[in-house]
Antibody
Framework: QVQLVESGGGVVQPGRSLRLSCAASGFTFSSYGIHWVRQSPGKGLEWVAVIWFDGSNKYYADSVKGRFTISRDNSKNTLFLQMNSLRAEDTAVYYC????????????????WGQGTLVTVSS | ELVLTQSPATLSVSPGERATLSCRASQRVSNILAWYQQKPGQAPRLLIYGASTRATGIPPRFSASGSGTEFTLTISSLQSEDFAVYYCQQYNDWPTFGGGTKVEIK
C-alpha cells in the first residue's frame, strides 16, 4: 500500500535551518509529483511546494520562496525539504503528499498524505 | 490569493442525519475543487475531486456538487466515523484550502 513517512522535524531557533525527509513506498515514486503541505493552528492548511516527477520543475508558495528548497532522490524514493532562515510563522506540521496524477503531470490535489512531522520555530 | 470560505465553522448533527457543508470561492474556479476529511491526529484524506467525483474507496453517502464559486459537500446519513473536520481545496490556481467545517455529534 502507499506509504509516505516524514522525518526530520523538531525544535529550532529562528534564523536556523532544518531538513525534512519523506520516504515513499508502495508506488512508483518516480512517476508522481510530490508536494509539501503544512498545517498550523493559526493558518490552517497551506500548500508549500511541489516537485515534478523527475525534479525538472519546482514551485513554491510566496511565503517560503527563497528560503525553502524542495528536492528528491528517485533512486531512494525520498523527498526532501530544506528549510533555511526559519521564522516563528513556519511552525507547523509538515506533510508530504502525493499528487493525484499518475501520468507524470501535476494536478495540484493530493490523494495520499504522510502522517506529518512537527516543526517548531522558537527561541 | 484565491480565498475559500467554509460554512458553518461547526455543524452539530445526530448520527443517521444528513449533513450539508458549504465552500465559497472568492473567484471562479470552474469545477477545480477537492474535499478532504481529517480526523484528530491524522492526515487529511481525499474524498472528492473535480467538485463531484468520489475518490477511490469513498462510500456513496458522500456526494458533492457545485461549480464556479459555490460548492457543497453532503453526507447523506452520518456514521460514527464521519465526525471529523472537512476542508475544501481549490487547484484552479496555486492551491489554497478553506478554513474547515467541524462536524460534531449532536
Amino acid at each position: 500500500q502507499v506509504q509516505l513517512v516524514e522525518s526530520g522535524g523538531g525544535v529550532v531557533q529562528p534564523g536556523r535551518s532544518l531538513r525534512l525527509s519523506c520516504a515513499a513506498s508502495g508506488f512508483t515514486f518516480s512517476s508522481y509529483g510530490i508536494h509539501w503541505v503544512r498545517q498550523s493552528p493559526g493558518k490552517g492548511l497551506e500548500w508549500v511546494a511541489v516537485i515534478w516527477f523527475d525534479g525538472s520543475n519546482k514551485y513554491y508558495a510566496d511565503s517560503v520562496k527563497g528560503r525553502f528548497t524542495i528536492s528528491r532522490d528517485n533512486s531512494k524514493n525520498t523527498l526532501f525539504l530544506q528549510m533555511n532562515s526559519l521564522r516563528a510563522e513556519d511552525t507547523a506540521v509538515y506533510y508530504c503528499a502525493r499528487d493525484w496524477d499518475e501520468n507524470r503531470r501535476v494536478s495540484y490535489f493530493f490523494d495520499f498524505w504522510g502522517q506529518g512531522t512537527l516543526v517548531t520555530v522558537s527561541s | 490569493e484565491l480565498v475559500l470560505t467554509q460554512s458553518p465553522a461547526t455543524l452539530s448533527v445526530s448520527p443517521g442525519e444528513r449533513a450539508t457543508l458549504s465552500c465559497r470561492a472568492s473567484q471562479r474556479v470552474s469545477n477545480i475543487l477537492a474535499w478532504y476529511q481529517q480526523k484528530p491526529g491524522q492526515a487529511p484524506r481525499l474524498l472528492i475531486y473535480g467538485a463531484s467525483t468520489r475518490a477511490t474507496g469513498i462510500p456513496p453517502r458522500f456526494s458533492a456538487s457545485g461549480s464556479g464559486t459555490e460548492f457543497t459537500l453532503t453526507i447523506s446519513s452520518l456514521q460514527s466515523e464521519d465526525f471529523a473536520v472537512y476542508y475544501c481545496q481549490q487547484y484552479n490556481d496555486w492551491p489554497t484550502f478553506g478554513g474547515g467545517t467541524k462536524v460534531e455529534i449532536k
